[in-house]
């Protein structure tokens, strides 16, 4: 396949990700090139994936927004069984905080935590509320849908901002309520915007 040659930070920049997966199984983090190439922000890094995925050494999968190295570039499977996944911000479990709708980095995932054609992103949480399930600075992995079943974790928006709650419809309202008994429901009535639904807990011990 014919493609459009690189510049030497681009090159760079593509042989430390194709070192990456080779080595340990997934792409590094906007965070990891960021830091390993001294570039002042994740931005100037996204450049960079942006221009190597015009010029055809990646490729991104639009169901998780997910970068993936060119088919012929990998000698086995490895691109089809991470995804990377973009972390949106943080969502407060109990006094909420705004959750900003921008990408901070790209944390590769297992592929098989991933339903088929579902979009998913990635948010930290901070606050006790849903603990023991959840601890201040968790992952969650969060599959978009605007329903969910009675007691499922979801992401949901109240008065513009997100929270995680446990989800209770009832007739004219819906109970959104934390796993720590010291913090009340929340009750709203009409209509309820969720961002998704909880799937899976990543959790860094330290």
Sequence with gaps: MNRQSLTDRQQAI???IVEAIQSRGYPPTL???SSHFDIASTQG???HIDALEKKGYLTRD???RSIQLADDLLTNDLSD???MIPLLGE???GQPILAVENIEDQIPVCSDWLGINQEHFLLRVRGESMAEAIQPGDLVLVEKQST???GEIVVA???DEATVKRFYPEKDRVILRSDNPAFEDIVVFGNLSLLGRVSALIRKYR
Aim: without cysteine; glycine residues 0%; charged residues 40%.
């Design 45 to 47: 890094v996204r450049r």
């Design 157 to 159: 928006m109240v008065e």
């Design 31 to 33: 965070r990891e090139i």
């Design 14 to 16: 593509l042989d430390f």
């Design 81 to 83: 069984r991470v995804a």
């Design 91 to 93: 969502v407060a479990a």
């Design 148 to 150: 969910a079943h009675r």
């Design 62 to 64: 639009s169901r998780a």
